[in-house]
Structures are given as structure tokens and as C-alpha cells.
T-cell receptor, first 113, second 113 residues
Framework: NAGVTQTPKFQVLKTGQSMTLQCAQDMNHEYMSWYRQDPGMGLRLIHYSVGAGITDQGEVPNGYNVSRSTTEDFPLRLLSAAPSQTSVYFC????????????FGPGTRLTVL | AQSVTQPDIHITVSEGASLELRCNYS??????LFWYVQSPGQGLQLLLKYFSGDTLVQGIKGFEAEFKRSQSSFNLRKPSVHWSDAAEYFC???????????FGKGTMLLVSP
């Protein structure tokens, strides 16, 4: 099992550009989430999904879109990047046991100039 | 909504000394509790978790944590710190029936020779 994979590992964007951060898991987990990590702020929830076709907003959803067409994939879209979106992004997945245990990907470090 | 407080931003411990990292949570019922560790430039690794039952839980790398309902705490301990334990540690809480986590802001552990 590869677990949770994320691409790319690093990305530099200019203000106003768009891009998609990819996330995939091979554990057949229903739950998937996106977090961003900023210095001194811990991890904050952006969006999450409880299954294919079902998504919801987290604590900091503005400027980001998600969709979940398959169980395996949960891409995060930045429609018009802003410097405030410079961060490290982590994707996570969790099983159906209802215990909230999250398995994290290696992260994507995004810089917006 | 739940919340997590990690009162110490930085802690410095001598190698071989004992360690306790503090975590306090706010949640109306018994939560699911987690400790994660993050080495510089790396993803998050689960150290241990509490779901129910015995309030003293053992994790990897010689870490343990104790759930104290009366104090709303879940402090992480290790009897003898190794230089390789230097990292950032995050406490997280999950609300039962939900699929996401709320993280504290982290405690950076520095280990002195």
C-alpha cells in the first residue's frame, strides 16, 4: 500500500494563477480531508469529504474548491492564488470505524508570489 | 465545537531527561485524542491515540499519554529523551461521529546535549 500520496511536493505560483493539488489514497477510506499548516497555527481544516460525491467546508475554506468523484481521489483547487495561500498542505484519509484516526500524506509546500 | 490548547510553544530538554508535553482540550463529551509528531520538512506521524478504556495509552518510540477527564488533559510523556526526539508535537481531538480532527498549535521540542 502506498497510503496517502500527494503531488506535487513543491510548487511556486504567481498571484492569480490557478492550480490543483492532487491527493490519492489506496486504503479504501471513506473520509478524506485537506489541512493547511502555517507556522504557529497548527493544522487547520480546509475541506473534507465523507464519501464520493459528498464534501463540506472546514475552518478555512475560502479560496479553495474540492470535489470527490471517486473514493480514491480528493483534489484541492486554488482558483486564483493569493500570497495568503502560501502554506504547507496536507491531505489525510480515515476509515469507517468512526474513530477520527487520520492518515496523512507527505504534504505539498506551496509558495505564492 | 472542540478546541485544543498546547500551552508551551517551545520546550528544551536535556538528552536523557524526562519529558512532559501538555495538552488541554475542550469538548462536551469524551473525545478521541491523538498525538502526532512532525520532524522538520516531514509529514505527520501518529504517536498514539485514545479512544476509550484504559486512560494510560502507550505509543511508539517509548511515548505514553494519560487521559484525565477531570482536567480535560491528554499530556504526552517520555521517561528519557533522545536527540532524535527533537521535532514538533501536535495534540489533536476528534469529535465522536465526525471524520476530522482539530489540532493544537504545536510544541517544538529541542533536545540539548
Amino acid at each position: 500500500n502506498a497510503g496517502v500520496t500527494q503531488t506535487p511536493k513543491f510548487q511556486v505560483l504567481k498571484t492569480g494563477q490557478s492550480m490543483t493539488l492532487q491527493c490519492a489514497q489506496d486504503m479504501n477510506h471513506e473520509y478524506m480531508s485537506w489541512y493547511r499548516q502555517d507556522p504557529g497555527m497548527g493544522l487547520r481544516l480546509i475541506h473534507y469529504s465523507v464519501g464520493a460525491g459528498i464534501t463540506d467546508q472546514g475552518e478555512v475554506p475560502n479560496g479553495y474548491n474540492v470535489s470527490r468523484s471517486t473514493t480514491e481521489d480528493f483534489p484541492l483547487r486554488l482558483l486564483s492564488a493569493a500570497p495568503s495561500q502560501t502554506s504547507v498542505y496536507f491531505c489525510a484519509s480515515g476509515g469507517t470505524s468512526g474513530t477520527n484516526e487520520q492518515f496523512f500524506g507527505p504534504g505539498t509546500r506551496l509558495t505564492v508570489l | 465545537a472542540q478546541s485544543v490548547t498546547q500551552p508551551d510553544i517551545h520546550i528544551t530538554v536535556s538528552e536523557g531527561a524526562s519529558l512532559e508535553l501538555r495538552c488541554n482540550y475542550s469538548y462536551g463529551a469524551t473525545p478521541y485524542l491523538f498525538w502526532y509528531v512532525q520532524s522538520p520538512g516531514q509529514g505527520l506521524q501518529l504517536l498514539l491515540k485514545y479512544f476509550s478504556g484504559d486512560t494510560l495509552v502507550q505509543g511508539i518510540k517509548g511515548f505514553e499519554a494519560e487521559f484525565k477527564r477531570s482536567q480535560s488533559s491528554f499530556n504526552l510523556r517520555k521517561p528519557s529523551v533522545h536527540w532524535s526526539d527533537a521535532a514538533e508535537y501536535f495534540c489533536a481531538v476528534g469529535a465522536r461521529g465526525y471524520s476530522t480532527l482539530t489540532f493544537g498549535k504545536g510544541t517544538m521540542l529541542l533536545v540539548s546535549p
